[in-house]
C-alpha cells in the first residue's frame, strides 16, 4: 500500500509515454497506408491483446 503512488507513477509515464510513441509512428504510416488501414490495424492489435488477456485465467480474477 505503501508503494501505490509509486508504481501509479510509472502507470502514468508509460501511458503517457506510448501516447507520444504512437503519435509519431502513426503519423508517418498514416500517409503511406492510410487512414481506413491505421485504424483495422490498431484494432486488430487491440482485439489480439484482448484475447491474449483474456486467455490469462490470474488476469481475470485479479
Known sequence: DEKRGR???L???A???FTALSMLLVGPVTEVVGV???FAGV???GGAFG???FSFTA???A
Open 7 to 9: 508504481i501509479f507513477a
Open 11 to 13: 502507470v502514468n509515464l
Open 15 to 17: 501511458v503517457v509515454g
Open 36 to 38: 481506413a488501414a491505421v
Open 43 to 45: 484494432a486488430a492489435v
Open 51 to 53: 484475447l491474449l488477456a
Open 59 to 61: 488476469l481475470r480474477r
